[in-house]
T-cell receptor, first 116, second 109 residues
């Protein structure tokens, strides 16, 4: 009965490098969410997947950010040409399909990204 | 403009005192509102949702559409309630979630 897992737990990278963050949702959960939590800030919604589809990508901060989900399971958030302002904790959550009010989001432990 | 506001960054109360964490929202449709909690060194987790009208760990929250509020209340705070609390609004049936900035609750002995 594993929960949502994310890897790596910590990532330190140099400005300008690309990074990939991975999320493994709970088995059977068709909805998957990515959030960003910057120091002293609340949670910023990035993107939502229903199955492999993301109906709305407008929450992504810039075109350097992209996300995909394959097989209705694992999702990858990619940040290209990282900038120092990308430093944050990136959280992933998953939930069952259906109306949001009845489907609790289960969060992963997060990936702490530090861009030097 | 923020669609979910939590005016207090930090709220300190003594054990046994009542606590109210404020949340106001801005949304033109029918809102779906939640409270999430993050205890120290633990994952963010759901505390309660307005549609369930439930009481979890002694906490309740009532949706007041007239005042566009969803304040979280507990009559007698416990030290183990110390945590970060986030109010959240769901749009488009879960396709978009908006979280407030959070309130850190500190319950003093």
């Amino acid at each position: 009965g594993a929960g949502v897992s994310q890897s790596p737990s910590n990532k330190v990278t140099e400005k300008g490098k690309d990074v990939e963050l991975r999320c493994d949702p709970i088995s059977g959960h068709t909805a998957l969410y990515w959030y960003r939590q910057s120091l002293g800030q609340g949670l910023e919604f990035l993107i939502y997947f229903q199955g492999n589809s993301a109906p709305d990508k407008s929450g992504l901060p810039s075109d350097r950010f992209s996300a995909e989900r394959t097989g209705g399971s694992v999702s990858t958030l990619t940040i290209q040409r990282t900038q120092q302002e990308d430093s944050a904790v990136y959280l992933c959550a998953s939930s069952l399909v259906g109306r949001s009010s009845y489907n609790e989001q289960f969060f992963g432990p997060g990936t702490r990204l530090t861009v030097l | 403009a923020q669609r979910v506001t939590q005016p207090e960054k930090l709220l300190s109360v003594f054990k046994g005192a009542p606590v109210e964490l404020k949340c106001n929202y801005s949304y033109s449709g029918s809102p779906e509102l939640f409270w999430y909690v993050q205890y120290s060194r633990q994952r963010l987790q759901l505390l309660l949702r307005h549609i369930s009208r439930e009481s979890i760990k002694g906490f309740t929250a009532d949706l007041n559409k007239g005042e566009t509020s969803f304040h979280l209340k507990k009559p007698f705070a416990q030290e183990e309630d110390s945590a970060m609390y986030y109010c959240a609004l769901s749009e488009n049936y879960g396709q978009n979630f908006v979280f407030g900035p959070g309130t850190r609750l500190s319950v003093l002995p």
